[in-house]
């Protein structure tokens, strides 16, 4: 694998919503270490986060201020970029897919 796969890039794409805005602080908070950056266009966020990108349900779940579930992260995010990693706790967004 090169390095340059394993040095890219990789999150979701989140509508510009409530859900979205949440979620762009999750990441922040949850991938502190890492590289990000962050796109936004008007009716989306494009998330992005060198090599690996974690977002936490209870992160989520903190930033709006209620529950929120891997479904309703799922319905507001039409694309992605890198390989996907469901847990019960978290998603995962990956350079490798190893």
Do not use: W
Request: proline share 3%; aromatic share 8%.
């Amino acid at each position: 694998m090169s390095n340059a796969q394993e040095n890219r890039f990789v999150g979701p794409v989140i509508k510009n919503s409530e859900v979205g805005e949440a979620v762009v602080e999750a990441v922040y908070e949850d991938n502190s270490s890492r590289k990000i950056e962050v796109e936004e266009h008007a009716s989306y966020f494009r998330i992005k986060v060198e090599k690996e990108c974690v977002i936490r349900f209870e992160t989520v779940s903190e930033m709006l201020g209620r529950d929120v579930t891997r479904a309703d992260i799922e319905a507001n995010m039409p694309s992605m970029e890198g390989f996907i990693r469901v847990e019960s706790d978290q998603i995962r967004f990956i350079a490798t897919p190893s």
